[in-house]
Nanobody, 120 residues
Framework: QVQLVESGGGLVQPGGSLRLSCAAS????????MGWYRQAPGKQRELVAT???????NYADSVKGRFTISTDNAKRTVYLQMNSLKPEDTAVYYC??????????????WGQGTQVTVSS
């Protein structure tokens, strides 16, 4: 069974930085793309950033220039470095793995979410 485990959330002051990590585990043969999404209270879940196994990245306009997504393919881990954080970045951040080929077949998986709060 494929599992995604996130870490690194917390409380940070405006202008501060946080680094989120998400490790995929299970009998995984390959992953096409991994990414981060977020959901603020009363809002829909939205894309933050994605990265393919080939290294192609995609960012939401609201985080371009402040957030950086990266992966360690050998460790099946995706990272999100968040700099210059703003109060509007406050949300639960979810890790996603898409196009996962495992001994269960093909699938799309989500982590349990990690809270990021930006406040003074």
């Amino acid at each position: 069974q494929v599992q995604l485990v996130e870490s690194g959330g917390g409380l940070v002051q405006p202008g501060g930085s946080l680094r989120l990590s998400c490790a995929a585990s299970g009998s995984i043969f390959s992953i096409y793309a991994m990414g981060w999404y977020r959901q603020a209270p009363g809002k829909q879940r939205e894309l933050v950033a994605t990265i393919t196994s080939g290294g192609s990245t995609n960012y939401a306009d609201s985080v371009k220039g402040r957030f950086t997504i990266s992966t360690d393919n050998a460790k099946r881990t995706v990272y999100l470095q968040m700099n210059s954080l703003k109060p509007e970045d406050t949300a639960v951040y979810y890790c996603n793995a898409d196009g996962v080929r495992s001994n269960s077949g093909w699938g799309n998986y989500w982590g349990q979410g990690t809270q990021v709060t930006v406040s003074s």
